[in-house]
């Protein structure tokens, strides 16, 4: 990057405020898929969203690539950074605005953490719904980028349910404000296209989001099954009775030994076990709980653990939620793939991925929103056994054919930043594909904003996308072997 450009971005945001040096930006080579790194030229950290749109306005003045970066929990890549480019890491723009309770609705800058925001409103007796697993690390304009989701969603809705309105920097350093603090803007629903965009239309600046009242009664149980067959049936026959929990959660053996391992939250011994959480009022909740401990004593749970306090349930969570980074205690290093399928077809692609493991000889963890059929298979690895590492990537791409086969998708919440965007030509014919792109670069026209993410390469309109690109490993014939 010329010096000349670097100064100017100095002179912006201020000198402090610009990391040029190699071992500062070794921080910002990746995000939490570590095996994808590139090193940034620079790194800005502007202080509110004029310095934003002062730095936007100056790449693209000088035709120089960007890439926006919240708290770099994402699982896909969307956050690595691009050779040549500079990184926007929003972590300062981390004020909360206003919260305003009688409406229902909080406006936060990008960088403020999910939790931060059910914090802000406990007191009040709201929260806001939406609740990765990284929720406490992981910021809203991430959240927002990525249309996220967590264990709730399955009744309350992913991101882009929960936010009325954003204001954003688009790629030539117009500031727009979409959507708004009312239930229903007017005209297309342009917020709706910015949410799960993973940067590559706009930087979004400012969230505002709708808050829930906490419901009046919750209760959690934990169910522990010989199989994971018997425990997919129990979540059929939940939701088939007409109960949609606020979440239903699956963790196979392998998930569980993990989560012992981290934070012990001292589950029931079981190949499988299933957390199923309702919520809402208190006689409702009562009712509906009995038939859901009746239909997993029916489908042969072993053991049905039910909460008696709050402390109970946080613990029963911890294990969950502690799951995928507690995969760290049993493999050297791990691939977290995200992919889903209609709920009925769980039992299928789960068998497809026990018999992948057995082939490829990774073990695989499978931990998963199991409501809304959303995937989360860990596949361990180690990078420092020659040829583990490419038989992992091999692995997680064979997962996302049997989600295909099944009728799935690609991403059920963790997008597809550059990880997948090689899988998309699987996904979309090229006429899709082509349409996404003419969105895209109506937005963006100089392809600087987040290039090389979501969309499969060539990026430029109207031509056709290439084949999907083979990983050299599968391209060695690796995938046929296992
Ligand atoms: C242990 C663990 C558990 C997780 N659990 C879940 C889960 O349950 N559900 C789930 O959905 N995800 C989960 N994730 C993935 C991740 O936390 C989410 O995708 C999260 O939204 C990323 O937020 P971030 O601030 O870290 O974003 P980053 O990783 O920094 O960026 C993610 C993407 O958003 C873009 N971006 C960031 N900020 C902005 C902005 N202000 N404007 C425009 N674009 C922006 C980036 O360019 C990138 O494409 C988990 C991750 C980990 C490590």
Excluded at 89 to 98: G, P
Excluded at 178 to 189: E, K, S, T, Y
Excluded at 443 to 462: E, H, I, M, Q, T
Aim: charged share 20%; aromatic share 4%.
């Amino acid at each position: 990057m010329d010096a000349a450009f670097l100064d100017e971005l100095r002179g912006l945001v201020g000198a402090a405020s610009v990391l040029h040096d190699p071992l500062q930006l070794l921080t910002y080579e990746c995000d939490a898929l570590p095996h994808l790194r590139e090193s940034p030229s620079a790194v800005v950290l502007p202080a509110s969203a004029a310095d934003v749109q002062a730095v936007v306005r100056a790449c693209a003045r000088a035709g120089v690539p960007f890439v926006a970066r919240g708290h770099g929990t994402g699982l896909s890549g969307g956050a690595l950074p691009v050779k040549g480019g500079v990184v926007i890491a929003l972590s300062r723009l981390n004020r909360v605005l206003e919260v305003d309770v009688e409406n229902q609705r909080v406006t936060v800058e990008p960088g403020v953490t999910n939790l931060e925001i059910t914090r802000q409103v406990a007191r009040f007796g709201y929260y806001y719904a939406p609740d990765p697993s990284s929720q406490q690390v992981c910021s809203i304009g991430g959240n927002v980028a990525e249309n996220s989701g967590g264990a709730h969603c399955l009744k309350y809705g992913f991101t882009t349910h929960h936010v009325l309105g954003v204001e954003a920097v688009l790629p030539d350093g117009e500031m727009v404000h979409l959507g708004g603090p009312l239930a229903d803007a007017a005209g297309p629903d342009l917020l709706g296209l910015v949410v799960g965009s993973e940067g590559t239309l706009a930087i979004v600046t400012k969230v505002i989001v709708r808050i829930l009242r906490r419901p009046e009664a919750v209760q959690t149980l934990l169910a522990a099954f010989e199989t994971i067959d018997a425990a997919g049936g129990a979540v059929s026959d939940i939701i088939g009775a007409g109960i949609i929990p606020a979440a239903i959660e699956m963790m196979d053996a392998l998930a569980i030994r993990a989560a012992e391992a981290a934070v012990a939250p001292n589950f029931p011994p079981a190949d499988t076990v299933l957390i199923v959480e309702l919520d809402g009022p208190a006689a409702e909740v009562a009712a509906l709980f009995g038939v859901v401990r009746e239909v997993c004593s029916r489908r042969g749970a072993t053991a049905i653990e039910v909460a008696q306090t709050d402390d109970h349930r946080q613990r029963i969570w911890r294990g969950r939620k502690a799951a995928f980074a507690a995969m760290g205690r049993l493999s050297h290093n791990y691939y977290v793939q995200d992919g889903v399928v209609p709920r009925t077809r769980l039992p299928e692609v789960l068998g497809r991925i026990r018999r992948l493991e057995a082939a490829s000889g990774l073990r695989i963890a499978n931990v998963f929103h199991a409501g809304d059929g959303n995937l989360h298979p860990l596949i361990c690895y180690d990078e420092r056994v020659p040829g583990e590492a490419d038989r992992a990537a091999v692995a997680a791409a064979e997962i996302l054919s049997y989600c295909l086969d099944a009728g799935g998708s690609l991403t059920g919440e963790h997008g597809i930043g550059a990880d997948k965007s090689r899988f998309m030509p699987q996904m979309f014919s090229p006429d899709d594909l082509d349409v996404m792109q003419r969105v895209r670069l109506a937005f963006d026209p100089g392809n600087l904003s987040n290039p090389g993410k979501v969309f499969p390469a060539p990026r430029l309109c109207g031509e056709v996308p290439g084949p999907y690109r083979r990983h050299p490993a599968e391209a060695a014939g690796l995938a046929e072997r296992m």
